[in-house]
């Protein structure tokens, strides 16, 4: 079973040279910290930077330095610092290769809930509908259970919805899972020690399992 830090770890497996990347709140902001070196990728949060680099050592912390989730950051060499509205412009023209996101639901069609919980006050949705709604690649970190042990992985969202069919592959705690709208999530691997009986107990959506599903590599 996986922790945040092995979600991102993860995740950070899926990029490719030259990409540009954005990372939402949460889990996401961890994938930058385990880039391979082997590869080039650009990071771009909403709040306006282009070029974030992993977090920020003791030493390196500034604290006018942030990404949208109001973490210190750091910015590699070369990079652009510029208003949210040339943010959302490079978003919503479809210049961004990967979008990582947390989630709250997703359905086994690809939607996604994120941005509220009705009867908790919320300051918004942000950028998460622009992020979905612009994005032709979207991975969700999550865990696949709540904190009641509920599954995160529906056959329908329950909460309001942030995106309809728009989530490609999912990485929880347990698993990775590919959405296909027609037959929903298909399990691609098991979490280190994670058996496929406790992915099938754990998800609520529909489930394809086609033959021997290997145990993810993290190294």
């Avoid at 939402?24 to 082997?38: C, M, Q, Y």
């Avoid at 210049?95 to 009867?119: C, F, R, Y």
């Avoid at 027609?182 to 399990?187: E, P, Y």
Wanted: hydrophobic residues 45%; contains cysteine; charged residues 20%.
């Amino acid at each position: 079973m996986l922790d945040k830090t092995g979600i991102a770890k993860r995740i950070s497996r899926e990029l490719q040279d030259g990409w540009y990347v954005n990372l939402g709140i949460g889990i996401p902001t961890l994938v930058a910290n385990f880039v391979p070196e082997s590869i080039d990728v650009t990071f771009q949060s909403e709040n306006g930077i282009l070029g974030m680099g992993p977090f920020p050592t003791e030493e390196e912390v500034d604290a006018d330095l942030i990404n949208a989730g109001k973490q210190t950051i750091t910015a590699l060499p070369g990079a652009a610092i510029f208003d949210s509205a040339t943010s959302f412009a490079m978003i919503r023209g479809q210049h961004i290769q990967l979008t990582v996101l947390g989630a709250m639901e997703v359905s086994d069609t690809g939607d996604i809930a994120n941005w509220k919980i009705p009867g908790k006050l919320v300051k918004g949705m942000g950028g998460a509908m622009d992020l979905v709604a612009s994005a032709e690649n979207i991975i969700v970190a999550m865990m696949h259970t709540n904190r009641a042990g509920e599954s995160k992985l529906l056959s329908e969202c329950s909460l309001p919805l942030t995106g309809v069919k728009c989530v490609k592959k999912i990485v929880t705690n347990l698993a990775v899972l590919e959405v296909t709208p027609d037959r929903g999530f298909r399990l691609l691997e098991r979490a280190p020690g994670v058996t496929v009986q406790q992915i099938k107990d754990a998800t609520a959506g529909r489930l394809v399992i086609e033959g021997d599903v290997p145990e993810m590599q993290l190294d």
